[in-house]
């Protein structure tokens, strides 16, 4: 199943079950999905959570339902999944901007958040270079950190690129160094597990034996073919604007699919002008 079709699916299923208590979580194990890759997929693609998604979904049909019935506002705040009329107002006036009694007054203007519909577009012309390697199994000695799902898409949030700092400021890079022949570093995010709500990211360098530093570890890379993107641009800004492409414009449109398994940016001791690092994504061909 491509991107574009795990997406419908998934906005299938949380349109029917809206009005019950499920999460994020619930959804990806109904495409057969670790956490981390479902939420990863569906906020590059839509560019907002899955959670966030029926979050909105319900606000949008809250505010309706109050204008067009004549229900309480605790009946209304208990259908949709809140547990007090109090936190329900909080979320409402944040969505609407207006309180749940004020809404009801004529000519207030409330928001309105639509089905999501997907549609695949076709816009400029603009290349998209990339290539596909195969590689054998490798193995890297990395400092590893375990991170929550939700942080790759929360706006403004940094954890990761203060783990990068954190490794250069406390001798990482010198101790992996000394430990490989190989300088080119790499930086390695996987799933644990379907279930799992935290995923594994590490900074590292390829593994050529011996002893392993205490509070590093060693990562399995076992995917052996995949699809290789070079971020073009001087700061890391340019990494986020691969992916979104990687998901938008690579994914729906070739004949691979993307593995849920390890992917990695490679940051290349020698690397070419321009070039901030290269994305590696796991890939197959689609069926």
Not at 10 to 34: F, G, P, R
Not at 133 to 160: D, M, P
Not at 259 to 286: A, H, Q
Request: charged residues 25%; proline residues 3%; glycine residues 6%.
């Amino acid at each position: 199943m491509d991107g574009i079709q795990s997406i419908q699916k998934a906005v299938e299923y949380m349109e029917e079950h809206l009005l019950e208590k499920i999460s994020y979580e619930d959804v990806a194990k109904q495409l057969y999905m670790s956490n981390y890759h479902f939420h990863r997929l569906f906020s590059m693609i839509t560019g907002i959570t899955a959670n966030e998604y029926m979050r909105n979904r319900k606000l949008s049909m809250a505010g309706q339902e109050l204008v067009m019935s004549n229900k309480k506002v605790i009946d209304i705040a208990y259908k949709y999944g809140y547990e007090s009329p109090e936190s329900f107002a909080k979320a409402f006036t944040r969505f609407h901007g207006v309180t749940p009694s004020m809404a009801r007054y004529p000519g207030t203007k409330l928001q309105s958040f639509n089905r999501l519909v997907i549609k695949i577009t076709v816009e400029g012309g603009i290349f998209m270079d990339y290539k596909i390697v195969e590689k054998k199994e490798f193995q890297l000695l990395v400092k590893a950190k375990s991170f929550r799902n939700e942080s790759i898409s929360e706006e403004g949030n940094s954890e990761i690129s203060d783990f990068w700092e954190q490794c250069s400021e406390d001798g990482t890079f010198d101790v992996l160094k000394r430990n490989t022949k190989n300088h080119d570093i790499y930086g390695v995010c996987a799933p644990v597990s379907k279930e799992e709500t935290h995923f594994n990211y590490g900074i590292g360098m390829v593994y050529v034996g011996g002893s392993i530093p205490e509070g590093y570890c060693i990562w399995d890379v076992t995917p052996t073919l995949w699809a290789v993107f070079k971020c073009i641009g001087k700061d890391s800004g340019c990494i986020g604007e691969t992916w979104n492409r990687i998901f938008k414009e690579f994914l729906p449109s070739s004949e691979y699919n993307m593995l849920d398994n390890t992917d990695f940016e490679l940051y290349l001791e020698n690397s070419s002008p321009n070039c901030f690092c290269e994305i590696w994504i796991p890939v197959e061909k689609k069926q």
